[in-house]
């Protein structure tokens, strides 16, 4: 079956624009997850859905961020203003209802560099 | 809070050879661990986890880690290197009941012919 996907797979975009990251996850999975991977380094994580509720967003940086999921199953990471540090690799992953023990399925991720 | 260090941001095996990855973790309670692989231009793909039971975990492609509660490790073995294997590899650490994972900051691994 399909997996995590996401849109677009790059995008270049210039200091101070507002980008917008789409996450279709794994169709019936209810919990969606944001991480953000910079060069070198390991997955940071950014917000966690379950349903269509946040349910931690503990680890976004700032005010710029935001996410949302309307419908309980795409996800949009919206970022406002960017800057240079936002470049990075923006992953995206699900996990089904009741799946066991936090396994989660991450999708090939968006590569966003601010200019 | 929780944090996991991989020790050694790149390994360089011979095919043929044993592949050792090192992870250590911080956490005040017994926590969930997980190795994941990524291939280049990929998602993560997970290799194996470890939950409660066996402290011997065996994954796929020949893959396995050992839950060492005393020395709080979780490193990452497979016996004979191929040069499939040749890509990054990610420890990560979950509480029970908690919902995100915390990732070490990868090793990646080549493979010499």
């Known amino acids: 079956g399909a997996g995590v996907s996401q849109t677009p797979s790059n995008k270049v975009t210039e200091k101070g624009k507002y980008v917008e990251l789409r996450c279709d996850p794994i169709s019936g999975h209810t919990a969606l997850y944001w991480y953000r991977q910079s060069l070198g380094q390991g997955p940071e994580f950014l917000i966690y859905?379950?349903?269509?509720?946040?349910?931690?967003d503990s680890g976004l940086p700032n005010d710029r961020f935001f996410a949302v999921r309307p419908e309980g199953s795409v996800s949009t990471l919206k970022i406002q203003r960017t800057e240079r540090g936002d470049s990075a690799v923006y992953l995206c992953a699900s996990r089904p209802t009741g799946g066991s023990y936090n396994e989660q399925f991450f999708g090939p991720g968006t590569r966003l560099t601010v200019l | 809070a929780q944090s996991v260090t991989q020790l050694g941001s790149h390994v360089s095996v011979s095919e043929g050879a044993l592949v050792l990855l090192r992870c250590n973790y911080s956490?005040?309670?017994?926590?969930?661990l997980f190795w994941y692989v990524q291939y280049p231009n990929q998602g993560l793909q997970l290799l194996l986890k470890?939950?409660?039971?066996?402290?011997l975990v065996k994954g796929i492609n020949g893959f396995e880690a050992e839950f060492k509660k005393s020395e709080t490790s979780f490193h990452l073995t497979k016996p004979s290197a191929h040069m499939s294997d040749a890509a990054e590899y990610f420890c990560a650490v979950s509480l029970q009941g908690a919902q995100k994972l915390v990732f070490g900051q990868g090793t990646r691994l080549t493979i010499n012919p």
């Open positions: 956490s005040s309670v017994p926590p969930y």
């Open positions: 859905f379950q349903g269509t509720g946040a349910a931690d």
């Open positions: 470890y939950t409660t039971g066996a402290t």
